[in-house]
């Protein structure tokens, strides 16, 4: 699975960013997938996860109100709508796709876009 993410920049506190992650190869077997964050100096931590269905998302609750995720499975893409940016939301967005297979767990990741909320 290749994830590649796109949508990141500079935008004012308050602002909003899209992201996007587009996911090529083999997609089977991918149970959910999400966005993850690292801000310089601190651990990588989860931002929102939605399952291939699409029914069911979770958030961090630094984000809850402010941030949807949502996905299109045909176009094998998922998407990070960011509302109401804060400084503190800067950080590099990684884009993560959970596959399940045989009862192993695999992570892939995209490479990354950089967001960066001035105030």
């Known amino acids: 699975v290749q994830l590649v993410e796109s949508g990141g920049g500079l935008v004012q506190a308050g602002g909003s960013l899209r992201l996007s992650c587009a996911a090529s190869?083999?997609?089977?077997?991918?149970?959910?997938m999400g966005w993850y964050r690292q801000a310089p100096g601190k651990q990588r931590e989860l931002v929102a996860t939605?399952?291939?269905?699409?029914?069911?998302?979770n958030y961090a609750d630094s984000v809850k109100g402010r941030f949807t995720i949502s996905r299109d499975n045909a176009k094998n893409t998922m998407w990070l709508q960011m509302d109401s940016l804060k400084p503190e939301d800067t950080a590099v967005y990684y884009c993560?796709?959970?596959?399940?297979?045989?009862?192993?767990?695999?992570?892939?990741w995209g490479q990354g876009t950089q967001v960066t909320v001035s105030s």
């Open positions: 190869g083999i997609n089977f077997n991918i149970k959910a």
């Open positions: 993560n796709a959970l596959r399940v297979w045989l009862g192993v767990r695999s992570n892939y």
């Open positions: 939605i399952t291939t269905s699409g029914d069911s998302t």
